[in-house]
């Protein structure tokens, strides 16, 4: 209720000139300005609203994620429409939010070009016609016309040509521009920061400013220069009077006293100068300083606007990466119980697998036997049938056999005269 009678009070007092005019379009303005009003506040609540829903979802999909039981029944495929269709929401809300602050911007502009050029047709308007306005005398044009010099009389034709003091520019960029040339001596790294700090101006109008400025300063020297020397000659014609006028022998205590407020009346003006050159030093400086807080009010102002746009840049971008992360580990899980599910199956075979070929090893083992018994059955069944009768004689075994004598007796009836060999001719293995 207070913003409200604020905003109101607000209004009242931008509006003031209307209203004494004419209380209808006041009261049209400032309905006007409650409908608009209202219309951001709902298009507010309908953002939040779908912020909210769109938090409260993903939070959802966190929690399923994060618990392990409900994350082995999960349908991914549900999963990834779902969050399709978070990732298509938010992208419709700030397409619709980026179009909405265009349209705004847009007519802001053009509301601006419209109230400019009203301001430069009421100038206009309040502009008399066929009325020059004068130059304002110098105040070195108050002096004697004896000491308007030819420095003085450049000088002030100088400024009169060329806008004045501050080589028209605004005052407030003049001394800006006076700081940095004190500061940069190299005239590419004096021209490279003035453009820094006003991107607006170009190299050439820096170095005609510059140019400018270096002709005011030869300029101003020689005025002062001349002002100096009139006030020196000036002040040696005011002593030559006064020691003139003065006899040397009679001086009285009458003389004396002159002299002496004379020279109080030098001490004062001298004070008094000084103290007039000191206020508008002080408020050069102040004017300065209140320059410099504002360009740092407005300079703490863009860094907010900045830092405030990288939160959010850097929350949409967590929102991005967790869910990227989310598929991720549905994918691998969904991976895994796959895996898992075809392991078990070649478990399956692989059993089956070594059942059979156990079987098959002791079918085999069975029939090997069988197949032995069979034999030693067989071999048994033939010893049976031949009978041999041989009286046992262990002194036999140890006597020659007929078939070696033979060959004995073969050996020494036809012996055999072979060539002893050489060992170089000796067959090889």
């Keep these: 209720m207070r913003q409200k009678q604020f905003e109101f009070d607000e209004c009242s007092m931008l509006c003031g000139a209307v209203k004494s005019l004419n209380e209808n379009l006041f009261k049209e303005i400032f309905a006007f300005q409650e409908t608009m009003k209202a219309k951001r506040l709902k298009e507010r609540e309908e953002n939040q609203r779908i912020i909210s829903e769109l938090c409260g979802s993903v939070k959802e999909i966190a929690i399923d994620v994060q618990d392990s039981r409900k994350l082995q029944n999960i349908d991914i495929n549900k999963l990834r429409a779902r969050l399709k269709n978070i990732q298509e929401r938010i992208q419709s809300l700030r397409t619709h939010n ?6 705004l911007k847009d007519e802001e502009l053009h509301l601006k070009a419209e109230v400019d050029k009203f301001s430069n047709a009421m100038e206009n308007y309040e502009k ?12 070195k044009s108050q002096f004697d016309s004896d000491m308007r010099c030819e420095e003085i009389v450049k000088f002030e034709n100088y400024l009169t040509n060329n806008g004045g003091h501050f080589g028209g520019w605004d005052e407030e960029d003049h001394l800006v521009f006076v700081q940095i040339r004190q500061k940069y001596r190299q005239k590419l790294l004096f021209v490279k920061a ?24 030869k300029l101003r020297e020689k005025q002062r220069s001349a002002i100096r020397k009139w006030r020196a000659e000036k002040e040696q014609e005011r002593s030559k009077k006064r020691f003139s ?31 007039e050159e000191k206020k508008l030093n002080e408020e050069e400086r102040q004017r300065i300083r209140q320059w410099k807080a504002q360009k740092e009010y407005e300079r703490k102002q863009l860094q907010d606007l900045k830092r405030a746009a990288v939160e959010v840049y850097k929350k949409e971008k967590m929102y991005k990466q967790s869910a990227h992360l989310m598929l991720q580990e549905l994918k691998e899980l969904k991976e895994r119980e796959e895996k898992a599910a075809q392991a078990n199956m070649l478990l399956k075979s692989f059993r089956q697998q070594d059942e059979t070929y156990i079987e098959r090893r002791r079918l085999y083992t069975s029939q090997k036997l069988k197949n032995k018994e069979n034999e030693a059955n067989k071999w048994r069944l033939i010893g049976r049938r031949v009978s041999t009768s041989v009286e046992r004689d262990p002194d036999r075994l140890l006597q020659p056999t007929l078939a070696w004598k033979d060959r004995l007796m073969s050996k020494s009836a036809e012996p055999i005269s072979k060539p002893i060999l050489h060992l170089r001719n000796m067959p090889h293995l």
């Design 245 to 275: 006028a003065v006899k040397p022998t009679a001086r009285t205590a009458e003389d004396d006293l002159v002299e002496r407020l004379e020279r109080k009346q030098k001490l004062e003006e001298w004070k008094r100068r000084k103290m």
């Design 194 to 217: 003035v453009q820094n700090r006003f991107p607006r101006l170009t190299e050439d109008s820096v170095l005609k400013h510059e140019k400018w400025y270096a002709q005011y300063l």
């Design 98 to 103: 980026e179009l909405s602050m265009k349209k």
């Design 128 to 139: 008399p016609e066929e009325i020059r306005i004068t130059p304002v005398p110098s105040l």
